[in-house]
Nanobody, 122 residues
């Protein structure tokens, strides 16, 4: 069992930056693939980025590649999402998730946080 708590969301102007954090409980954090997803009002939840247990593989959604960076600190059971050059279309609730498999499909992820709101103003 893994419990996930996101933080770091907020309101930022277009072109600005935010760093999201996801703190995980449980001794097996380092064995999980961790992912970030987002859901805008009226839209499906979509994949943003993921990181393998070792950090060696980091797939990104095309819409965020080159602007967002995912990283993890296994010693502190935390995964991060550094978001630069933010755009209004990045506005969404951002969710952290954990999976036993590396992938971009939300059905692969067994554990989810409650989400943190990111709002980018134009």
């Amino acid at each position: 069992q893994v419990q996930l708590v996101e933080s770091g969301g907020g309101l930022v102007q277009a072109g600005g930056s935010l760093r999201l954090s996801c703190a995980a409980s449980g001794r097996t954090f380092s064995t999980y693939t961790m992912g970030w997803f987002r859901q805008a009002p009226g839209k499906e939840r979509e994949f943003v980025a993921a990181i393998s247990w070792s950090g060696g593989s980091t797939p990104y959604a095309h819409s965020v590649k080159g602007r967002f960076t995912i990283s993890r600190d296994n010693a502190n059971n935390t995964v991060y999402l550094q978001m630069n050059s933010l755009k209004p279309e990045d506005t969404a609730v951002y969710y952290c998730a954990a999976s036993n498999l590396l992938g971009t499909t939300k059905s692969l992820y067994d554990y989810w946080g409650q989400g943190t709101q990111v709002t980018v103003s134009s």
